[in-house]
């Protein structure tokens, strides 16, 4: 069989359906179009060399033909390569005005009757090949300039790694370019490389374009030299194992155990297949890709460390320490969920904000959920191709993403998600060394860490509730005792104050001390009461109810005892959901709150509640008691709801313990957040009653 008679043929169907793969794709920008001309003129080229050397008779045209598509391929390679440089350029560079000068002459010539001469086509030829090889290879060389001059690791190695492979086709194909003169001083079975390498380039260009990512130049190079060594051994295994009769006998093979032979060295391929593709790929993998290898060895060794923890202050300071030790992160934030919007729990480098809304990151939530991450340059290259493409709106969008995550000092957001799939957190990374510091693998290396990190953060959550759990089935027992061992003295005390007060009357001082007694002892007797209401809550009778009507009838009770620069405001909507909670454990956790507020505002400021479903999707009212009050020391706002922590002289430190006991009871949470409005804001989340029901009034 000669390769140089059937290989143009075969060359030009693969570069025809590499080319028709393209025009298939449904978003086409100008580098896409360009692509599809370069790889039909290629296709084209190869045709008419298939038909030069099938058909001699007509061989005076159709060689006039071939140069003729020779001439045009720099004319479409140009412009083509100059789609991948960096600034983006579309206006005609010296180059092009080059390829174009240059190609008017040499047209002429091809018409000239100059070309059927023998020595005068021969040199007419070399010229073209000489013309064609040049200007490709001086594309290629303004493409690894300009990738030089950026600031991107991904565009200075795209630019390399095209700039490496573009000029080894192009000196390759050279002696495919001009078959009639170099090819001849080789032999007739002499293997196409040129070809060969000519269609590998194209199929590397179709999937840049189409999926703009280096790492598939990199991943492309492996499997093409993964698959050449397989090919390389297995033909040698061949070749020795079924061929050897020929070799030592000079025998066909058809004369030997042909069969038999063909079944050993299957055995041995199927023996060496997997081993020997590690080995392959090991190397390779190390050539290509040593930062990401880097990575994936630190982030599992961070993972395991991780596993262990079950505390989230240990979890944030680990995380961060290995982002750090990685050295391939400088900036770094965890983030965790709470009712209305995301809290910073740890960070590395520049500080970033210390709260997220979620209706400000609404757009990144969405891109969270579809595709597992939100990458800073993939919003940006989406913005470009959208713009190119006409679509203002979603360019706009897509630039809004990018500008969010500079906001947040991130180029990669991970979400954080259980076992259950909700999600719990965020994780932001960023190295601001370089401007796409992290490649599509790497972002899949950082979600499987952020995977883990879900996990773990989900297993704190528990192991805090049971250690809660097992304090208060503690704090139960004790105060089982504390009321049989204190409250009965203190009855005791009380009773004879009580006598002595009124059996005889005392003098002045005397009924002072005695008012004094039984003042106290009181008081001692309200805080056992409050800690056996804690240690061990009443769960009441939970019913269906209207917040908004609980929330008035608390008001009505609240506003005599106000003072009268305090202002009590109410916003609450009478058409919100119902929730399933005791109405009178939800106003006495008012009263502690407001009653709270009240002391803190030192009799002026304002006190607003309001209640509202802040996400219908999730089924969760919240209520937002806020005051204009000086706030809460930031070192006591950490053990808040611990029970008698409190800055009061005469408080317990068990109103807002027992007010999140109560709201805990029905299912609930209860928080303080930081609005940056001044003041206090405590919310009260409750999840909305899953009945078709009605809620009845309240009673008068």
């Not at 028709?20 to 692509?35: D, G, S, T």
Request: glycine letters at 8%; hydrophobic letters at 45%.
């Amino acid at each position: 069989m000669d390769f140089h008679l059937w290989t143009p043929l075969i060359s030009t169907l693969v570069a025809l359906a590499i080319a028709v793969k393209v025009v298939l794709r449904e978003r086409k920008r100008r580098a896409h179009w360009l692509f599809v001309m370069f790889a039909t003129n290629v296709a084209v080229w190869y045709l008419a060399t298939f038909l030069e050397y099938r058909l001699p008779r007509t061989s005076g045209l159709l060689g006039r033909l071939t140069a003729f598509v020779a001439v045009l391929l720099p004319q479409t390679g140009v412009r083509f390569l100059r789609a991948f440089r960096v600034d983006g350029s579309t206006r005609p560079s010296w180059l092009d005005r080059w390829t174009a000068w240059l190609a008017v002459p040499l047209l002429v010539l091809v018409a000239l009757p100059w070309f059927d001469g023998e020595l005068a086509g021969t040199t007419i030829r070399a010229v073209i090949a000489a013309y064609v090889v040049g200007l490709l290879l001086a594309a290629v060389s303004t493409l690894y300039t300009s990738g030089r001059e950026s600031r991107s690791r991904e565009e200075r190695l795209r630019a390399l790694y095209l700039a490496g492979v573009g000029a080894a086709a192009t000196l390759v194909t050279t002696a495919d370019l001009v078959p009639f003169t170099l090819n001849k001083l080789l032999p007739k079975n002499f293997p196409p490389v040129g070809s060969i390498l000519v269609l590998a380039v194209l199929y590397m260009f179709s999937e840049v374009l189409e999926r703009q990512r280096l790492l598939d130049l990199f991943e492309l190079a492996g499997r093409f030299l993964v698959l050449t060594a397989l090919g390389l051994v297995l033909a040698g295994i061949y070749y020795f194992l079924v061929d050897w009769q020929e070799l030592v006998q000079a025998r066909t093979p058809e004369e030997g155990p042909y069969f038999l032979n063909a079944i050993v060295a299957s055995v041995v391929i199927l023996l060496l297949f997997d081993p020997l593709r590690a080995k392959v790929e090991e190397r390779i993998g190390r050539v290509f890709s040593g930062e990401r290898v880097d990575l994936e060895r630190a982030a599992l060794q961070l993972r395991q460390r991780l596993a262990h923890l079950l505390e989230l202050d240990a979890v944030g300071r680990r995380l961060m320490e290995g982002l750090e030790a990685s050295r391939r992160v400088t900036r770094a934030a965890l983030y965790l969920a709470d009712a209305d919007g995301f809290e910073r729990v740890a960070h590395l480098g520049d500080e970033p904000p210390r709260r997220l809304t979620r209706e400000g990151l609404e757009g990144l939530l969405t891109e969270l959920k579809a595709s597992g991450c939100a990458v800073r340059e993939t919003f940006e290259r989406s913005a470009e191709e959208r713009r190119e493409l006409g679509e203002p709106q979603d360019a706009e969008r897509m630039a809004s993403g990018a500008r969010t995550l500079d906001a947040l000092g991130a180029s990669v957001l991970l979400p954080l998600e259980g076992d259950a799939g909700e999600l719990s957190g965020l994780l932001s990374v960023r190295d601001d060394r370089v401007k796409d510091a992290f490649s599509p693998e790497e972002v899949q290396i950082l979600q499987g860490l952020a995977g883990q990190v879900g996990v773990v953060v989900e297993n704190c959550r528990l192991h805090a509730k049971m250690k809660e759990r097992d304090r208060l089935a503690a704090l139960g027992e004790m105060a089982a005792g504390l009321a049989h061992e204190i409250r009965n003295p203190l009855g005791s005390i009380k009773a004879s104050a009580q006598y002595l007060e009124g059996a005889r009357a005392p003098p002045a001082e005397q009924k002072e001390f005695l008012g004094i007694i039984v003042e106290e002892v009181e008081r001692l007797d309200r805080v056992v009461r409050s800690f056996l209401d804690y240690a061990r809550p009443y769960r009441g009778n939970p019913s269906l109810l209207n917040v908004s009507q609980v929330v008035e009838r608390a008001a009505q009770i609240l506003r005599p005892d106000l003072p009268p620069a305090v202002k009590l405001e109410l916003d609450c909507d009478p058409s919100l959901p119902p929730v399933r909670m005791d109405p009178e454990h939800l106003r006495q956790v008012l009263l502690n709150i407001v009653r709270n507020a009240v002391e803190a505002l030192r009799e002026e400021g304002a006190i607003t509640i309001r209640a509202r479903v802040p996400y219908p999707t999730r089924d969760v009212l919240e209520l937002q008691i806020r005051d204009t009050g000086p706030g809460i020391d930031a070192t006591i706002l950490p053990n808040l709801f611990i029970p008698f922590v409190t800055t009061k002289a005469q408080g317990t430190g068990l109103g807002l313990a027992i007010s999140q006991r109560l709201v805990q009871s029905a299912g609930g949470s209860i928080e303080v957040r930081d609005t940056g409005l001044g003041g206090s804001t405590f919310v009260i989340s409750l999840p909305v009653a899953k009945t078709g029901a009605s809620v009845p009034p309240p009673p008068s």
